[in-house]
T-cell receptor
Framework: QKEVEQNSGPLSVPEGAIASLNCTYSDRVSQSFFWYRQYSGKSPELIMS????GDKEDGRFTAQLNKASQYVSLLIRDSQPSDSATYLCAVNYNFNKFYFGSGTKLNVKP | GAVVSQHPSRVICKSGTSVKIECRSL??????MFWYRQFPKQSLMLMAT?????????EQGVEKDKFLINHASLTLSTLTVTSAHPEDSSFYIC???????????FGPGTRLTVL
């Protein structure tokens, strides 16, 4: 059984702070890792993908991957109220099958 | 970027009826599409892989006779929820892979409510 684990939250941070979201996965053969943002009643939208160990930065977002620890994280700098959403960690195992974590709800307080 | 549409966006039906949901890739061809289900406050659960010209592949625990999938063309996959019951009420989302094999384009989702 493929498992992707996330803390459900909610994670509350003040506006301008750094939000840190974490994810662990069970299958060592996983190669591709993704963070999606989902607003209530909407389908997920891709924020970042990461494939290699280390950090990957894109604007205010930084994804971190540690394959040895089977751990993926997402940092959001200068958090804005518009960042308030549920963040889904997804792992691509094979043939484009994506398995999602349960999501972490983020609240950014003005 | 690539666009995937779903129709209808919302549907309400009576228990025992069947509901068909369409998923279309609008500006690209998709030999494979994926169907997900999301219950409130839960994550997306992969239900099945739709394959153009062949049978769908279902995830463990998903009833293939209840959730009928037809991938009739390179741009259209349909999911039919047969004999729907209130417990089938959920948010159904389809996706299609992009040219890069690990990208996915999600449809906007279909909210199904079974009374």
């Amino acid at each position: 059984q493929k498992e992707v684990e996330q803390n459900s939250g909610p994670l509350s941070v003040p506006e301008g702070a750094i939000a840190s979201l974490n994810c662990t996965y069970s299958d060592r053969v996983s190669q591709s890792f993704f963070w999606y943002r989902q607003y209530s009643g909407k389908s997920p939208e891709l924020i970042m993908s990461i494939y290699s160990n280390g950090d990957k930065e894109d604007g205010r977002f930084t994804a971190q991957l540690n394959k040895a620890s089977q751990y993926v994280s997402l940092l959001i700098r200068d958090s804005q109220p518009s960042d308030s959403a549920t963040y889904l960690c997804a792992v691509n195992y094979n043939f484009n099958k994506f398995y999602f974590g349960s999501g972490t709800k983020l609240n950014v307080k003005p | 970027g690539a666009v995937v549409s779903q129709h209808p966006s919302r549907v309400i039906c009576k228990s025992g009826t069947s509901v068909k949901i369409e998923c279309r890739s609008l500006d690209f061809q998709a030999t494979t599409m994926f169907w997900y289900r999301q219950f409130p406050k839960q994550s997306l659960m992969l239900m099945a892989t739709s394959n153009e010209g062949s049978k769908a592949t279902y995830e463990q625990g998903v009833e293939k006779d209840k959730f009928l999938i037809n991938h009739a063309s390179l741009t259209l996959s349909t999911l039919t929820v047969t004999s729907a019951h209130p417990e089938d009420s959920s948010f159904y989302i389809c996706s299609a892979p992009g040219q890069r094999t690990d990208t996915q384009y999600f449809g906007p989702g279909t909210r199904l409510t079974v009374l």
